[in-house]
C-alpha cells in the first residue's frame, strides 16, 4: 500500500508557473509508474502525464506537451509537475497516482492502483 500527498497547488495568472509535488510514503516509489490527472469542474477526470519508474519514459496530454514536465526523485520518494504558460483551461484540481508493475507509464485511469487527495490549480485569466 501506498499513500500519496499532493502540494503545490495555488493561484496564478495565466502564463505563469507552478511546480506540484507527489511525496509517497509506505513503499518505495521506484516500484510504480506515476501519473498526473486532473479534474475540472462538471468534466471528467482526465490524464496528464506520466512517467516510469525510472524516469526514462513520459507521456503527455497534446493539451499540456512542451509546457509541463514530470519528472520523479526516487531517492526521496517524490514525482514533481512543473508547469509553465499557464492557461485558464489548465485549471483543476490535480491528482497524482501509481501504478503498479506497469513498465510502461499508463495514461489511462483504470491502471492506476492508489491517488492523492488532489490539489487545487486556479489560473486567472
Known amino acids: 500500500q501506498v499513500q500519496l500527498v499532493e502540494s503545490g497547488g495555488g493561484l496564478v495568472q495565466a502564463g505563469g508557473s507552478l511546480r506540484l509535488s507527489c511525496a509517497a510514503s509506505?513503499?518505495?516509489?521506484?516500484?510504480?509508474?506515476m501519473g498526473w490527472f486532473r479534474q475540472a469542474p462538471g468534466k471528467e477526470r482526465e490524464f496528464v502525464s506520466s512517467v516510469n519508474w525510472s524516469g526514462g519514459i513520459t507521456y503527455y496530454a497534446d493539451s499540456v506537451k512542451g509546457r509541463f514536465t514530470i519528472s520523479r526523485d526516487n531517492a526521496k520518494n517524490t514525482v514533481n509537475l512543473q508547469m509553465n504558460s499557464l492557461k485558464s483551461e489548465d485549471t483543476a484540481v490535480y491528482y497524482c497516482?501509481?501504478?503498479?508493475?506497469?513498465?510502461?507509464?499508463?495514461?489511462?485511469?483504470?491502471?492506476?492502483?492508489?491517488w492523492g487527495q488532489g490539489t487545487q490549480v486556479t489560473v486567472s485569466s
Open positions: 509506505g513503499r518505495f516509489l521506484s516500484d510504480y509508474s
Open positions: 497516482a501509481a501504478a503498479s508493475g506497469a513498465r510502461i507509464p499508463p495514461v489511462l485511469i483504470s491502471k492506476y492502483n492508489y
